[in-house]
């Protein structure tokens, strides 16, 4: 039986539409691992680099090097699961 899935209410979908945005600096439409280390400093400063690359390869999960949009919001469903 697959894992049961929170589903993302229209209005959590546009505020992590907002975020991710937010973290792609550079408008690509996707987020890099210097994007999402940038955006991790401010949040954690102390974030090693290891954690960050950690992060990145858990969300990046046809592991073509970037974060689309749709990874983006599977890997938030997981952490509200989770929490």
Same mark, same amino acid.
């Given at each position: 039986? $697959?894992? %049961? *899935?929170?589903?993302?209410? $229209?209005?959590?979908l546009a505020i992590i539409r907002q975020?991710?945005?937010? =973290?792609?600096?550079?408008?690509?439409? @996707? =987020?890099?691992? &210097?994007?999402? !280390? &940038? !955006?991790? %400093? /401010?949040?954690?400063?102390? &974030? @090693?680099?290891?954690?960050? +690359?950690?992060?990145? !390869?858990?969300?990046?999960? +046809?592991?073509?090097? *970037? =974060?689309?949009?749709?990874?983006?919001? %599977?890997?938030? /469903? *997981?952490?509200?699961? +989770? !929490?």
């Amino acid at each position: 039986m $697959p894992p %049961k *899935t929170q589903s993302i209410r $229209p209005n959590e979908l546009a505020i992590i539409r907002q975020v991710f945005d937010n =973290i792609d600096t550079d408008n690509s439409g @996707t =987020i890099e691992v &210097a994007e999402l !280390a &940038a !955006a991790m %400093k /401010q949040i954690v400063p102390d &974030a @090693t680099d290891e954690e960050i +690359d950690e992060i990145f !390869a858990q969300t990046d999960l +046809d592991r073509n090097g *970037t =974060i689309e949009f749709e990874e983006f919001v %599977k890997i938030i /469903q *997981t952490w509200l699961e +989770d !929490a």
